[in-house]
């Protein structure tokens, strides 16, 4: 068996790999290109790998998985705390995964599919057009808040600005010319990013419905398609499309907080 560690980054990683002994077979830099890696790990044989967790490590176990090799994925800080060093090089960094790799002592997390990976980020782009939206909401209500009382009068007697009857009034405000421009171009980006949410809407709804876990757990009062989806994600991560025990919705509420929301 051939151990290899992966100290990856955003353009390359260093790699070291060892044999059954413990011993370096080679280690070096080399770039995150799948004809890279190949030729570095060329006539390696019942390979096992190991990278720590992160932003775009997944590509590099994706590239691993197309090669065949089975690829553990490490908890960044647990392997911190098992290996400490006081010398931090990308060269120790890759050793120290590899060995810890053949000696057992890998504080593994779970590794997800590549489905349910896509279907977070769809989740998470729709978080972040929310909160886009949100700061966009507040920055409207400031403005307006700065405003003559005559306005701030006017729009304090509608409830809910964002609604038809508060575009409405928003529109119909006599602000000065400077100020209308602020405003109306807030609006502008209001109705852009609405646009956006209404897109990634419809593609989690797409997913919801391919997705019997979410569906299930959605039967749950308060839960609605995005949290459900969002829920089914956390606790079932294997499988988009997974079936679960009606018992488990039981966990939903626990797990509320770390949905990928923000």
């Given at each position: 068996?051939?151990?290899v560690?992966?100290?990856?980054?955003?353009?390359?990683?260093?790699?070291t790999?060892?044999d059954?002994?413990?011993e370096?077979?080679?280690?070096?830099r080399?770039?995150?290109?799948?004809?890279?890696?190949e030729?570095?790990?060329?006539?390696?044989?019942d390979?096992?790998a190991?990278?720590e967790?992160?932003?775009?490590?997944y590509?590099?176990v994706?590239?691993?998985a197309?090669?065949?090799?089975?690829?553990?994925v490490?908890?960044p800080?647990?392997?911190?705390?098992i290996?400490?060093?006081k010398?931090k090089?990308?060269?120790r960094?890759?050793?120290k995964?590899a060995?810890?790799?053949?000696?057992?002592?890998i504080?593994?997390?779970?590794k997800?599919?590549r489905?349910?990976?896509?279907?977070?980020?769809?989740?998470?782009?729709?978080?972040?057009?929310v909160?886009k939206?949100?700061a966009?909401k507040?920055?409207?209500?400031?403005?307006?808040?700065?405003?003559?009382?005559?306005?701030r009068?006017?729009v304090?007697?509608?409830?809910?600005?964002?609604?038809?009857?508060?575009m409405?009034?928003?529109k119909?405000l006599?602000?000065?010319e400077r100020?209308?421009?602020?405003?109306g171009?807030?609006?502008r980006?209001?109705?852009?990013?609405?646009?956006?949410?209404?897109?990634t809407?419809?593609l989690?709804?797409?997913?919801?419905?391919?997705?019997?876990?979410?569906?299930?757990?959605q039967t749950?009062p308060?839960f609605?398609i995005?949290?459900a989806?969002?829920?089914?994600m956390?606790?079932?991560?294997?499988?988009?499309?997974?079936?679960?025990?009606?018992?488990?919705c039981?966990?939903?509420g626990?797990?509320?907080?770390?949905?990928?929301?923000d």
């Amino acid at each position: 068996m051939n151990y290899v560690g992966i100290d990856h980054h955003r353009q390359y990683s260093h790699i070291t790999w060892l044999d059954e002994k413990g011993e370096v077979v080679k280690s070096g830099r080399v770039a995150n290109l799948r004809r890279e890696l190949e030729g570095f790990l060329q006539g390696a044989r019942d390979v096992r790998a190991v990278i720590e967790a992160g932003r775009s490590s997944y590509t590099m176990v994706d590239v691993l998985a197309d090669l065949g090799i089975e690829t553990t994925v490490a908890h960044p800080k647990d392997v911190k705390a098992i290996a400490k060093a006081k010398i931090k090089t990308d060269e120790r960094d890759s050793y120290k995964l590899a060995h810890l790799l053949r000696t057992g002592y890998i504080p593994e997390v779970h590794k997800r599919s590549r489905e349910n990976r896509s279907s977070q980020r769809v989740l998470r782009q729709r978080a972040f057009y929310v909160g886009k939206q949100t700061a966009v909401k507040n920055r409207l209500r400031a403005l307006l808040a700065q405003q003559g009382e005559e306005i701030r009068s006017e729009v304090e007697r509608v409830e809910n600005l964002f609604t038809d009857k508060g575009m409405k009034v928003l529109k119909g405000l006599a602000l000065p010319e400077r100020e209308a421009k602020l405003v109306g171009a807030l609006l502008r980006t209001y109705h852009h990013i609405e646009e956006r949410i209404n897109e990634t809407n419809a593609l989690v709804k797409e997913l919801y419905e391919k997705m019997p876990s979410a569906q299930l757990i959605q039967t749950v009062p308060g839960f609605g398609i995005f949290l459900a989806f969002g829920v089914s994600m956390l606790l079932f991560p294997a499988k988009v499309d997974s079936v679960i025990p009606f018992y488990a919705c039981d966990l939903a509420g626990s797990v509320e907080k770390e949905l990928p929301f923000d």
